[in-house]
Every structure is written in structure tokens, then in C-alpha cells.
T-cell receptor, first 111, second 114 residues
Framework: GQQVMQIPQYQHVQEGEDFTTYCNSS?????IQWYKQRPGGHPVFLIQ?????EVKKQKRLTFQFGEAKKNSSLHITATQTTDVGTYFC???????????FGGGTRVLVKP | GAGVSQSPRYKVAKRGQDVALRCDPI?????LFWYQQALGQGPEFLTY????????KSGLPSDRFFAERPEGSVSTLKIQRTQQEDSAVYLC????????????FGSGTRLTVV
């Protein structure tokens, strides 16, 4: 079945530094979504990418969808303590289908 | 309502007990999903409703798990004869249409089976 993998599993970042987390799917995706889950909280929708090669920015967060629509990345610049949490990517196997979530990247920020 | 509401927030069940978890989605949201999230893992799909129709239940781990959404709004996830491996956070999510839009998750129900 469809698998979604995320690397790294853990990301320790010094406050103010940049980092990138990656998401890879075993199948082509109609779209890719990113969610953030704060410790003790629930996943919160961040963004959806649909087009091949699409790039979207939200303040210090930059999201990219691969040309083959099988991978995606999230780049955070000038990391802040508010960025702490687990970032999940998720994709449907086909349009309108259920989302399959990756295992997440747990981000810890050192002040 | 303004968001997806789940109750109870926490549930402790003795092994063998039946439990019922409730989800009240955002008004007007057609799609409703149940996910199970183990500690340190990503959410795992359980089942999906479009209005009152259960279109996909392929993720339900066993026949002890049952979900319903009789009037196309509130949904209940029932687990019969709970076992320790059922301990997890059960997340409900809704979306406006068939899942090509971001989900809005509820706060979840943390189930602990002792």
C-alpha cells in the first residue's frame, strides 16, 4: 500500500538557524498537505500543494512539491521557539481519498 | 460549531469494557474521518464517512471497532471488549468536501486501557 516517509525523524535546531525536513511518497500524489502538531495538541492544517513543482511560503516557512509529485519539503528559516512541534506531511492516494500521514519530524529548538 | 468537538477528552477503560467516543464535526462539513494516533507516531486512518455513508472502513483494526454517523453530522466510534493495544489517541477530523482540502482535527480522545 501507499507509504509516506519523513526524514529526519528528529530535528534539533539552534534558535535562529534554518533547517529542512523532507517527505517522500511511494506513489504519485494528487496533492500534499502539511500539518503541525504542538506537544499535547492535535494536528493543525498548514498548507496544501497541488501542482508539480509548486512552491508556497508562509512567513518563515517554505513548502515545495516535487516535479514528480512524489516528494515534498518544508524549509524553516530563522527558527523560533514557537516552531517547536511535530510536522507531518500527508497525501491522498487518489483525488478525494483518505490522507496517509508520514511519521512526522519532531522539531526541538535550543534557545 | 467553530471547530471539531470530541468527547470525552480522556477515557480510562478496564480491559474488556466497551467504550464510545463522540465526534461533533464542523457544521456543513461533508467528510468525516477517524484516525488513531499512537504515542510518537503519525495518525493512522481508521474510517471515512461522506455524509451518513461509511465509504471506507479499511483501517479499522478488528471487528471490535465500529463507527457510525446516522444523520450525517455527529459520529460515534465504538470499541467493544477493549484491549491494552487499543490505548491511543483517537482523532476525528472533518473537511468541507471529499478530502481534497485540509482537515480540521478535533482535540482527540486519549483512551487508556488498564
Amino acid at each position: 500500500g501507499q507509504q509516506v516517509m519523513q526524514i529526519p525523524q528528529y530535528q534539533h535546531v539552534q534558535e535562529g538557524e534554518d533547517f529542512t525536513t523532507y517527505c517522500n511518497s511511494s506513489t504519485t500524489l494528487s496533492n500534499i498537505q502539511w500539518y503541525k502538531q504542538r506537544p499535547g495538541g492535535h494536528p493543525v492544517f498548514l498548507i496544501q500543494l497541488v501542482k508539480s513543482g509548486e512552491v508556497k511560503k508562509q512567513k518563515r516557512l517554505t513548502f515545495q512539491f516535487g516535479e514528480a509529485k512524489k516528494n515534498s519539503s518544508l524549509h524553516i528559516t530563522a527558527t523560533q521557539t514557537t516552531d517547536v512541534g511535530t510536522y507531518f506531511c500527508a497525501g491522498p492516494k487518489a483525488a478525494g481519498n483518505k490522507l496517509t500521514f508520514g511519521g512526522g519530524t519532531r522539531v526541538l529548538v535550543k534557545p | 460549531g467553530a471547530g471539531v468537538s470530541q468527547s470525552p477528552r480522556y477515557k480510562v477503560a478496564k480491559r474488556g469494557q466497551d467504550v464510545a467516543l463522540r465526534c461533533d464535526p464542523i457544521s456543513g462539513h461533508v467528510s468525516l474521518f477517524w484516525y488513531q494516533q499512537a504515542l510518537g507516531q503519525g495518525p493512522e486512518f481508521l474510517t471515512y464517512f461522506q455524509n451518513e455513508a461509511q465509504l471506507d472502513k479499511s483501517g479499522l483494526p478488528s471487528d471490535r471497532f465500529f463507527a457510525e454517523r446516522p444523520e450525517g453530522s455527529v459520529s460515534t466510534l465504538k470499541i467493544q471488549r477493549t484491549q491494552q493495544e487499543d490505548s491511543a489517541v483517537y482523532l476525528c477530523a472533518s473537511s468541507l468536501v471529499q478530502g481534497d482540502y485540509g482537515y480540521t482535527f478535533g482535540s482527540g480522545t486519549r483512551l487508556t486501557v488498564v
